[in-house]
């Protein structure tokens, strides 16, 4: 059974910065797209960072609001993906959820898998 679990989220000064781990862990063979979104109260999940798998580049896209203040970037022997999160806004407050693109000892077809969220909160 496959598992994402994410850490490292809680309350920051506005300027202040987070670094999210996504540990996977489970009958996994390959991971491929590794990425982050996020859900604030009232709003609809969106898709803050995503990373191709290392054969595929390691090729990293952001979304415009993080664009020069997030980095991705993933750890495959760790079976972990990150999050550095710097220059943290009141308006980056939200759940942050790990999704990750994997093939298992079962399923050699690539199904998303979802971490269960880490609350980030910015605020003074």
């Known amino acids: 059974q496959v598992q994402l679990v994410e850490s490292g989220g809680g309350l920051v000064q506005p300027g202040g910065s987070l670094r999210l781990s996504c540990a996977a862990s489970?009958?996994?063979?390959?991971?491929?797209?590794m990425a982050w979104y996020r859900q604030a109260p009232g709003k609809q999940r969106e898709l803050v960072a995503v990373?191709?798998?290392?054969?595929?580049?390691?090729?990293?896209n952001y979304a415009e609001s993080v664009k020069g203040r997030f980095t991705i970037s993933r750890d495959d022997a760790k079976r972990t993906g990150y999050l550095q999160m710097n220059s943290l806004k009141p308006e980056d407050t939200a759940v942050y959820y790990c999704?990750?693109?994997?093939?298992?000892?079962?399923?050699?077809?690539?199904?998303?898998?979802w971490g269960q969220g880490t609350q980030v909160t910015v605020s003074s």
């Open positions: 999704n990750a693109d994997l093939t298992t000892s079962t399923s050699f077809r690539p199904s998303t898998y």
């Open positions: 990373i191709t798998s290392v054969t595929s580049g390691g090729v990293t």
């Open positions: 489970g009958n996994i063979l390959s991971i491929y797209n």
